[in-house]
């Protein structure tokens, strides 16, 4: 039994055995999680330890059944899977980008995928040797490809909820004018999309026998600064500018450029009322 | 096969980061040049790589310079006290050889070798986002100097933490293993904080030429700078 799951035997009521949603996804809670106490060893359920094959069965897998792909990361060869991760990854950030880029259209349709895919990609890299080293310090025992399996299952995660709430985006942005609310917005649903993708992160390591969290959880700080910067570094994503990036003396911290911003919407909402 | 000597010392590293006991004490009491060698070599391109990141701002040969002075730093303070620290160790009650000593303080750099070589990414990234250097960038140059700071002095903390767990095996005491710690950490901050006097600049600075060494670099120490700045803070 978990706080997810009061039902000791894991299957839903009134959903036949074997039908989808019968077995809910189990996740331990975070903070609370050690290598052998509350969460039982991957694979010993038989549907934990069936292989998954193709896109569609990683999406499948990652949604309703993240301790099967854990499991799959950890067997010898986890390559396929890997690589049916990032693909997922790329595709469903390249779909969001459209969505993001409808917003302004013209060149951001093609623009703002690429930047988002491209974006997301060069701050996963950045960031994965530093995951590796504080994993290990934490007593971790996954291999440097296992780890880039969980950072695959956490991208593919948070780019398939990003999908998840494109039609609301898009609803908005067709509704609004403003730059600064379409980018909170985008903001905020990428936001939860990356907790839910931390979330299988942080479990996935608990099962390679972590003795403390504490190294990974500061390398979630860096990886949320570095992704937010990036969105600094390769604007515009939603708006429109001369440029394709912004030159080398317009470089500027994250920070200072949602100030701009925030100064620049105060601006345009008090030259409105004014000219009301 | 011949990738088999490569895959057993990325093992060894994976073992001794996780600071799994045994795998660290065998190496210490089993004193090999192989493992030597792949720890001065980790910890010279860890740290070579973090220095390259740390000049990148200035220029890119002041990264080039960075990423020469910055190992050449951690090699000559353990070599430099390597003698010191070899007799302090059993004076103060661990009966580690000379090359024992050495080999377990070349441990712990290695660890911050690995630390600040993985994290010079997010360091190179850093800088390339920030706005260039110049004589009025003085917030920008604090945050980016500060950053160094933080990042330096963690990795020296979570490796001295894995030398004071081996030397408290080692010696079955927590204070003999401390006291021992403390020592070493005194002499190699000593020598270290000099050492870094003289190889300045690392970050460097848009009003100086880039240069590997400043020209007073052999001027004064370290030491009389700190105390002619206090004495200048309380009596101006």
């Known amino acids: 039994m978990s706080d997810q799951n009061p039902n000791p035997s894991g299957q839903v009521p009134g959903f036949p055995a074997g039908t989808p949603g019968a077995n809910p996804p189990v996740i331990p809670p975070i903070g609370q999680m050690t290598p052998t106490g509350n969460s039982p060893t991957l694979g010993v359920s038989p549907a934990e330890r ?14 309703r059944q993240p301790r099967r792909v854990m499991f799959c990361l950890k067997e010898p060869n986890p390559g396929g899977l890997i690589t049916a991760l990032l693909a997922i990854a790329i595709t469903c950030s390249l779909v969001y980008g459209i969505i993001v880029g409808t917003f302004s259209g013209a060149e951001q349709l093609w623009a703002a995928p690429v930047k988002i895919a491209v974006g997301l990609m060069i701050s996963t890299l950045i960031c994965l040797p530093s995951l590796y080293i504080f994993s290990c310090l934490g007593g971790s025992q996954a291999r440097l490809v296992e780890v880039f399996g969980l950072v695959a299952g956490l991208l593919a995660l948070m780019t398939v909820l990003l999908i998840g709430f494109a039609p609301v985006a898009w609803v908005f942005s067709q509704s609004t004018k403003s730059v600064f609310a379409m980018g909170i917005l985008h903001l905020a649903f990428w936001l939860v999309a990356t907790i839910f993708g931390l979330r299988f992160l942080l479990a996935g390591f608990t099962h390679f026998n972590a003795k403390s969290f504490a190294g990974v959880q500061v390398w979630v700080v860096v990886f949320l600064l570095v992704a937010m910067q990036m969105t600094t570094a390769l604007r515009p994503i939603v708006g429109r500018a001369n440029s394709f990036l912004p030159a080398a003396s317009d470089k500027k911290f994250f920070v200072n450029h949602w100030m701009d911003c925030i100064d620049a919407e105060t601006n345009n909402v008090r030259q409105s009322a004014e000219a009301r | 096969m011949e990738f088999e000597p490569l895959t057993q010392g990325f093992r060894h590293i994976g073992a001794v980061l996780r600071g799994e006991p045994k795998p660290v004490d ?12 792949l720890y001065v070599a980790l910890t010279v391109l860890g740290t070579a790589v973090y220095g390259a990141a740390m000049g990148w701002w200035r220029s890119p040969l002041q990264a080039c310079f960075t990423a020469i002075k910055f190992p050449l730093i951690i090699l000559l303070t353990t070599l430099g006290n390597g003698l010191l620290n070899g007799m302090l160790a059993p004076l103060l009650g661990i009966n580690l050889s000379f ?18 070589g993985s994290v010079s990414p997010v360091i190179f990234y850093l800088v390339w986002n920030a ?19 933080v990042v ?34 005194a002499g190699n901050l000593f020598l270290g904080s000099q050492l870094s006097w003289i190889l300045r600049p690392f970050i460097g600075s848009p009003e100086m030429r880039v240069e590997f060494l400043r020209k007073t670099a052999f001027d004064g120490n370290f030491y009389e700078t700190v105390f002619r700045a206090l004495r200048h803070l309380f009596s101006p």
């Open chain 2, 26 to 37: 065998d190496c210490v009491r089993r004193w090999s040049v192989g493992t030597t060698v």
């Open chain 1, 50 to 63: 069936a292989p998954i094959s193709g896109v569609v069965g990683a999406i499948e897998a990652i949604l």
């Open chain 2, 131 to 149: 706005p260039q250097m110049t004589a009025h960038a003085t917030g920008v140059y604090a945050f980016i100097q500060l950053t160094q700071v």
């Open chain 2, 99 to 116: 090359r024992q000593s050495l080999q377990a303080i070349l441990m712990s750099f290695m660890i911050s070798g690995a630390i600040l």
């Open chain 2, 152 to 185: 330096v002095a963690f990795a020296g903390v979570v490796a001295n933490l894995r030398l004071e767990q081996l030397l408290q095996r080692v010696s079955g005491s927590a204070t003999i293993s401390r006291r021992v710690l403390y020592a070493w950490l």
